[in-house]
């Protein structure tokens, strides 16, 4: 059957014509109706009470859904689409499909196939969709973002080591519930910040991956005192009064992905710096002295830096005239 | 040359798939270019919120959740934006131009039609029974992760009826404080000029005796609770974040970007407040209930709401805000798609629409999806308890621990809701 697919493009190719798509509602829905809806459909469709093994192929959404959680259809891999594979079991196979009954012709099973390797669109088609609930996105035990990634096989900071770096002054918390990864911030703006409270920060340097100096004044002489830090992931330095001379005390940061450097003297001069930072991906540039060149220079260098430096606000609206 | 059979690389497989089902308005393909893809960047990290209330029942074919061509759409046009099969009503104009922002949940189901128990059901998950008061999210946010800055409080209200936002059961100092005009700042804070430093000091030391004395004959939890409550408010009169209250210093553009009405001004205050660390902040907008004239009515509310909402969510961002604060538009009941005979239409809590912004959320999606007629959900439905579990879990609140009301009956955040985990990054 693999064979007659394989035929069916080179005959278009040797005719020099595109090889006509399959179409999912006239030439893939019948096949499925004839040979599959009695045992993977809705009862008024001709289906069971409770569809076998959970699996309706009598709408779109279903389809993709699958059999309680099973993708049985992957766009563009038929192999990995038990919907085609169990079809062109051998016959005697005792888990081919259709379960009973007579089992699909070759040309029907290769019809399926092709439809698979052309991406599996259902064109205009949805059928029933009716009691679907569909989970998207990852599994929930699958690390979904940077953070979950950084916290695996991570042993938390003991109690002494964050009470040793908070001093009087830092609030240091899980950046979420359970997580090894620490959020340091100082809520006292009104304290101010000086070298020993970086310095301090020492004691947990693997463990934070938020810093947020936000508000605090920012000197060269304090900055300098950061310790490096290996898993620091977003750094908040808003309206601090930090300049380019400043910035680039900062010791060298591997994993920084995000930097907010809103509302400070920062210029042209520190494009350099945030280069530096390997993974830097979104950066905050408002109501600095950066110019449109300097923001230029850092997208060339990375194209899939976001810079938010120019926001687009609405435009006021006319009172309303009657 | 390369057999037909050849395996599709992964992203290329992964981009089929997710056009099949965006296609089918089940989940919507994210823009090429953003970087937001699972794995990349920090995932859900809100630890405040802005909840933009509508107070009234919105209707989500008129914003939301329009139905272009059907016969419920009514007056109401459509307007697309960058992402496939988002649509948006066209009063949304500025709106559709952040669509990278936000994502909508278009199957929200409440099982309240009626205005009060609606709201209450919408704030806390619960229905109200008995003489129990349950905690709204700010309150349990203010309660379980505590305020952020020494001085100012957790959890604000601003242009909000007084029965949304609530403390519940939980202390009084959980209870919002409630701003009613957000362009004259925060009422009766500053000291009456006659009172000088060691009058109000004298003042506040009698003060505490008296509670001290209260406090001895009761041991009543509510005098200890006020008593804060007159701490923090003189700690505030000190604090010089008391500016955090004041319009004042905003540039006029900026607030003309916002709406000078109540609710864009209110917006402008909630992006000030949160930008000082204030927790939770709930701004109303009120008019939502169009049983007549839905239409000539929405034309003014939406473009209303469309302004202050694209300010809110430019300015955040621009100021790097949007990282951590989540910002949620919802209602407590969408309205009937069917059009009554006065051009209105009736509350409808079947199927509405909710927005979702910041904090982590991944913008430019689709959660759930009504039928054609905007009338029943046919995919991924997402009850009220759901809702709020899902913005509780982009805060970190914890969704399965029990906490005791003081008639010692457990209670949990949102009740027994499930989150929409796949909304976030």
Not at chain 1, 48 to 56: D, E, F, I, N, S
Not at chain 1, 193 to 211: E, F, G, H, T
Not at chain 2, 219 to 230: E, F, K, L, V
Not at chain 2, 248 to 264: H, T, V
Request: glycine letters at 10%; charged letters at 20%.
């Amino acid at each position: 059957m693999i064979s007659l697919c394989w035929l069916g493009l080179f005959a278009g190719f040797n005719l020099g014509q595109e090889p006509e798509p399959v179409d999912f509602a006239s030439q893939v829905l019948p096949i499925l109706k004839q040979h599959c809806f009695s045992c993977h459909a809705s009862e008024s469709l001709g289906g069971p009470k409770k569809a076998k093994a959970g699996l309706r192929l009598d709408g779109a959404g279903w389809i993709l859904a699958g059999a309680k959680g099973d993708q049985v259809l992957v766009p563009g891999k038929p192999e990995e689409s038990s919907l085609w594979s169990m079809m062109a079991l051998p016959a005697d196979d005792p888990d081919i499909m259709p379960a009973k009954g007579d089992p699909a012709s070759a040309e029907e099973i290769a019809l399926i196939r092709q439809w698979i390797e052309e991406g599996a669109s259902f064109g205009d088609w949805r059928g029933e969709a009716g009691g679907l609930t569909i989970r998207k996105g990852p599994a929930p035990d699958q690390p979904v973002s940077v953070m979950e990634r950084m916290a695996k096989n991570l042993e938390p900071a003991s109690q002494a080591q964050i009470k040793k770096a908070a001093g009087d002054k830092a609030r240091i918390t899980p950046v979420r519930p359970g997580s090894p990864l620490l959020h340091v911030e100082f809520p006292h703006k009104d304290r101010g910040l000086n070298k020993n409270d970086l310095q301090r920060l020492q004691s947990i340097a693997p463990w934070v991956a938020i810093l947020d100096l936000s508000r605090l004044p920012l000197k060269e002489e304090v900055l300098g005192q950061l310790p490096k830090l290996p898993r620091l992931i977003r750094l908040e330095m808003r309206s601090t009064g930090l300049d380019d001379r400043g910035l680039a005390a900062l010791p060298p940061l591997a994993e920084l992905r995000v930097c907010n450097l809103f509302g400070n003297p920062i210029g042209n001069a520190s494009v350099k710096k945030l280069l530096s930072f390997p993974q830097l991906r979104v950066l905050y540039l408002w109501k600095t002295e950066i110019t449109e060149a300097g923001v230029d220079s850092l997208r060339k260098d990375r194209a899939k830096l976001q810079v938010h430096w120019n926001p687009k606000f609405p435009a006021p609206r006319n009172p309303a005239s009657d | 040359m390369q057999p037909p059979s050849q395996p599709l690389d992964p992203s290329r497989r992964r981009f089929l798939t997710e056009a099949a089902r965006s296609f089918l308005g089940l989940s919507l393909l994210p823009l090429q270019s953003w970087p937001k893809l699972p794995g990349d960047l920090p995932g859900p990290q809100a630890r405040k919120m802005i909840f933009l209330y509508m107070n009234g029942g919105m209707s989500h074919l008129d914003t939301l959740d329009p139905k272009p061509g059907a016969a419920t759409q009514g007056e109401t046009e459509v307007l697309g934006t960058k992402v496939d099969g988002i649509q948006l009503s066209a009063h949304f104009q500025n709106l559709v131009g952040h669509v990278d922002k936000f994502a909508l949940i278009r199957s929200l189901h409440s099982t309240q039609g009626a205005h009060a128990t609606g709201r209450y059901f919408l704030h806390t998950s619960f229905l109200q029974r008995g003489t129990i008061r349950h905690p709204s999210l700010g309150a349990w946010l203010s309660k379980i992760d505590g305020p952020l800055h020494p001085n100012l409080p957790a959890h604000v209200a601003v242009n909000a009826g007084n029965d949304t936002a609530s403390a519940g059961f939980l202390s009084a100092r959980h209870n919002p404080l409630p701003i009613g005009d957000p362009g004259s700042g925060l009422q009766h804070s500053r000291r009456p000029n006659h009172v000088d430093d060691q009058r109000a000091a004298r003042r506040l030391d009698r003060l505490q005796a008296m509670n001290q004395k209260l406090a001895k004959q009761g041991q009543n939890a509510g005098t200890a609770a006020y008593a804060q409550a007159y701490e923090q408010a003189l700690k505030l009169m000190q604090s010089r974040d008391l500016q955090a209250f004041q319009l004042d210093s905003e540039p006029q553009w900026l607030k003309e970007a916002y709406g000078q009405g109540r609710f864009g001004q209110g917006c402008l205050l909630a992006r000030r407040l949160v930008e000082h660390d204030v927790r939770f902040v709930e701004v109303g907008l009120g008019g939502w209930d169009t049983h007549n004239d839905n239409f000539d009515r929405l034309a003014e509310l939406v473009p209303e709401l469309d302004q202050a909402l694209s300010a809110l969510l430019a300015d955040l961002q621009a100021r790097g805000l949007l990282e951590e604060t989540l910002v949620v538009l919802a209602s407590e009941f969408g309205r009937t798609p069917k059009i009554n005979d006065r051009t209105g239409r009736d509350h409808f809590p079947q199927a509405f629409s909710a927005l979702l912004a910041g904090g982590g959320i991944r913008g430019g999606q689709v959660h759930g999806q009504t039928d054609a007629t905007g009338e029943n959900i046919v995919a991924d439905p997402v009850s009220i308890p759901d809702f709020n579990a899902t913005l509780a879990y982009g805060l970190g609140l914890p969704l399965e621990k029990e906490y005791f009301s003081p008639s010692g009956r457990p209670f949990r955040v949102a009740d027994k809701g499930r989150p929409v985990r796949s909304l976030f990054a």
